[in-house]
């Protein structure tokens, strides 16, 4: 069974189902799900790529498109010695 980090969709369109989607953007909706449910709060660490690509059975590569998607909408940071947290919600999807 897929880890799935955080349940409830938002990212699907009308009709549209969670096995429709490409991988990336799938897996990518769950932590973006979970910080707009408020069920991962800023500085929670992601689990490790390896671990992401093996619960979703996907390649690592996949997870790599995941988090480069994360980032760029800035709903995760990279922090070194720390791996993969997620951000501040404030700042999800705001350019300065």
């Known amino acids: 069974m897929p ?7 938002g990212g699907t369109q009308a009709g ?9 953007i799938r897996i990518a909706d769950d ?4 910080v707009r449910g408020e069920r ?4 929670d660490t992601l689990p490790s ?3 992401m ?17 994360l980032e760029a909408l800035r709903v995760i ?3 070194r010695g720390k791996g ?7 700042l999800c999807r705001r350019e300065p």
Request: proline share 7%; net charge negative.
């Open 40 to 43: 991962l709060k800023p500085d």
């Open 16 to 24: 549209e189902s969670d096995e429709d989607l490409p991988d990336d």
């Open 3 to 9: 880890s799935r980090l955080c349940r409830g969709g």
């Open 77 to 79: 940071r990279r922090h």
């Open 53 to 69: 690509a093996a619960d979703d059975k996907v390649g690592t590569s996949t997870i790599q498109l995941v988090h480069v998607r």
């Open 49 to 51: 790529s390896a671990k």
């Open 84 to 90: 993969i947290v997620i951000a501040d919600p404030k």
């Open 31 to 34: 932590p973006m799900s979970g």
